[in-house]
């Protein structure tokens, strides 16, 4: 799950992680009273009006009405702040993540300004391979890691956390020595990353980067920016922090299929699938690509899916216009053929099918679930195996 800036380093802040003084604001009212709230705080009229989307690279974004303005501007004054806030809110932001359509802005951060004397990269993320939390952190802040991966690999220091003793004081001066950093601003950064990864561990991050860790000339260590994911998986642990899933910024298909307990994830495709497990859709996107098709989308409706819940998804894929063909391919184990069949057969009845649909059953109740299909009277064309059904899915949609 993705939060937002704000959000992010308001749990940050909780455990001990050093950010700017500042507050959210969804009006251009309210971004004036917390400028101002920021300016009496901190003496200085210098404050950040940062628009809030769950994408990178607002910056260097632009608005669509106002394509000479990025998402994050330095303005003077509260009132400043106000007319800035005015320009972004309710607006749409283009940046190279959201794609040419852009995702509207629905709040803004205000900050104060920083004095920046160094600007650093820190973030964590699981390395699926060690099975440990991996630290990595480079000189080059503000930068986008991958393209200091790309171009600087050297640049990028990295280290790995053993579960069983966490973030040691090891860790810490192997990686401010590495960064260059000496006395009390590499103390602050060992507070600074400790205190980072006691929050990925104990809330179960799947992502933390800060980029960038500036250094101020004061010789503070603050996270300017802030970007955490957590494991959805993991939620009902922190019921406080699943609450603040911003569903305006999530696809409503996707956010649809969340709903039913079904994994659906929205592609650019024309084909739409129906699979029952995570491996076989993978597969199934691959074979429809290898015959000449786009998959568009990932849904795994589980093992232990009922007759309502595969309803549910045959309506989410029916309900995208750019779905112009349909294959359900089922191989049934803990996930019955005929329940499947039930479901594809209540959905159709009741909002209809006017694209393609090619259907493969094999497994469990394999019969029973051919026999249902049969008897509905849909128009359907069965297919023999996975390749099968992806050829002939593929014909039917060109």
Not at 56 to 70: A, M, N, Q, V
Not at 249 to 261: M, R, S, V
């Amino acid at each position: 799950m993705k939060i937002h800036e704000f959000q992010a380093k308001e749990i940050l802040r909780s455990f001990g992680v050093a950010i700017p003084k500042g507050g959210a604001a969804t009006t251009a009212a309210e971004a004036e009273e917390v400028a101002r709230d920021v300016i009496a705080e901190t003496g200085s009229e210098t404050v950040v009006v940062k628009a809030q989307i769950h994408a990178g690279g607002r910056g260097k974004g632009h608005f669509t009405e106002d394509p000479e303005l990025g998402g994050v501007q330095v303005v003077q004054g509260a009132a400043a702040a106000r007319q800035m806030a005015e320009r972004m809110i309710g607006k749409i932001l283009v940046t190279h993540q959201t794609g040419p359509e852009g995702k509207q802005v629905g709040r803004v951060l205000i900050e104060q300004g920083i004095n920046i004397a160094t600007e650093l990269y820190v973030g964590m993320v699981l390395d699926r391979a060690q099975g440990r939390v991996a630290i990595m952190a480079s000189t080059e802040g503000g930068t986008e890691i991958e393209v200091v991966a790309d171009r600087s690999p050297e640049k990028i220091l990295r280290a790995v956390i053993d579960p069983r003793f966490g973030f040691t004081p090891y860790l810490a001066r192997q990686l401010t020595y590495g960064l260059g950093l000496e006395g009390q601003t590499a103390k602050a950064a060992t507070a600074f990353m400790g205190a980072l990864a006691r929050a990925y561990q104990e809330l179960d991050f799947s992502l933390a980067e800060i980029n960038p860790l500036v250094i101020t000339a004061d010789g503070e260590v603050l996270a300017l920016d802030a970007k955490v994911n957590l494991d959805s998986n993991a939620l009902f642990r922190h019921p406080d922090i699943a609450a603040l899933r911003d569903e305006t910024e999530e696809d409503p298909a996707e956010l649809e299929g969340t709903k039913w307990g079904l994994s659906f994830i929205k592609l650019d495709g024309s084909i739409g699938c129906m699979v029952n497990g995570a491996g076989l859709a993978m597969s199934t996107m691959d074979i429809i690509k290898q015959a000449g098709g786009e998959p568009a989308n990932f849904l795994d409706v589980g093992g232990g899916a009922k007759a309502d819940q595969v309803a549910a998804a045959f309506k989410i894929i029916t309900a995208d216009p750019s779905v112009k063909g349909i294959f359900i391919n089922i191989f049934g184990g803990i996930m019955r053929c005929d329940v499947i069949a039930e479901g594809v057969v209540a959905a159709f009845r009741e909002v209809g099918l006017k694209v393609p649909l090619v259907v493969r059953l094999e497994g469990t109740n394999v019969k029973e679930g051919r026999q249902i299909l049969a008897d509905s009277g849909l128009d359907l064309v069965a297919a023999a195996d996975m390749a099968d059904g992806a050829k002939k899915i593929v014909e039917l949609t060109q």
